[in-house]
């Protein structure tokens, strides 16, 4: 199972004035974030003075672990995707040996690094970056796309707390779909992974996606997982079984909620668009 770990769009304030590196128009500064294939910088537009982050892949170490395909993915992904909830890709750009993606430079940090450090949120807090989540992940699945990695780490924050969809590595587009309607690469992290995703044997992008908004929404409102286990096949059994308990704390609607979508039979959970999620959840009054 593949995890796809990158740093998106950016974190974290400022850029600093160290490193004069120039591409294209963009004055490089200090790193932001690195992960297994690419690194990822503060930069400046010379021009327009914009605060942007530069993904930078090495093109060797790209070919060398055959990741060409995945990396063109993500970019026809974020040229199809243009939403105030999912980081923006302005450019793509290439010497000889690097590949640049540029994109919005995203200040309030990671969702994951929030709880982290201040534990869980108040439910009308999470209630609010669940409604941001679900609208991008809608508009998304209405592009054809869907992310398959959503978790907190891959959820950032601008200044004025509005979530933002980062790092599509892993995402699917709609010629990835086989001729049952379905996808078949097994990928995501595996705490927040659907049971049909761990199966072998295809599974809906948009259901998929929703199980880990559903396991977001847990951590967000209990400060843990739903899902935990040191052995990999122990967590499997749970997460077939949706062998979770909410905390006490939960609301009756947003236990509702999410057991409604941590359903372990896909032919019984409902799309992100569904109005069962927005009468249940965003408008608990009218149950």
């Keep these: 199972m593949s995890s796809s770990r990158s740093g998106g769009g950016g974190g974290g304030g400022g850029g600093g004035s160290g490193s004069k590196t120039r591409v294209g128009r963009y004055e490089l500064g200090r790193t932001l974030g690195e992960g297994n294939f690419a690194k990822v910088k503060f930069a400046r537009n010379v021009e327009t003075k914009e605060n942007v982050a530069i993904k930078i892949l ?22 199809l995707i243009r939403h105030p909830n999912v980081v923006r890709m302005y450019e793509v750009m ?22 982290a450090s201040k534990g869980r949120l108040k439910e009308d ?11 991008a992940v809608d508009y998304c699945h209405s592009r054809g796309v869907y992310h398959r990695d959503l978790k907190p780490e891959n959820l950032l924050m601008d ?17 990835q779909v086989r001729e049952d309607g379905l996808l078949h690469t097994t990928c995501g992290t595996p705490n927040y992974v659907a049971p049909e995703v761990i199966n072998n044997k295809g599974y809906d992008g948009a259901k998929a996606d929703l199980w880990s908004c559903g396991v977001i929404l847990f951590v967000l ?11 990999l096949m122990a967590l499997y059994k ?17 236990k509702k909620l999410i057991k409604r979508i941590l359903d372990p039979n896909p ?21």
């Design 221 to 231: 409102m209990a400060g843990y997982l739903p899902f935990e286990e040191a052995n």
């Design 94 to 115: 290439a010497s000889k040996t690097k590949i640049y993606i540029v994109l919005q430079f995203v200040t309030g940090g990671e969702l994951f690094d929030k709880i």
């Design 267 to 287: 032919s019984t959970v409902c799309p992100p668009s569904s109005l069962h999620i927005n009468l249940l959840y965003f408008f608990p009054s009218l149950e």
């Design 238 to 254: 749970k997460i077939f079984k949706a062998d979770f308990t909410c905390p006490p704390w939960f609301s009756s609607s947003a």
């Design 125 to 135: 807090e999470a209630r609010k970056y669940f409604q941001q989540l679900i609208c």
């Design 58 to 79: 090495d093109k060797e170490n790209v070919l060398k672990h055959k990741m060409i395909g995945q990396i063109k993915r993500e970019i026809s992904t974020m040229k």
């Design 159 to 175: 200044a004025n707390g509005i979530l933002k969809v980062s790092d599509f590595g892993l995402s699917a587009l709609p010629q």
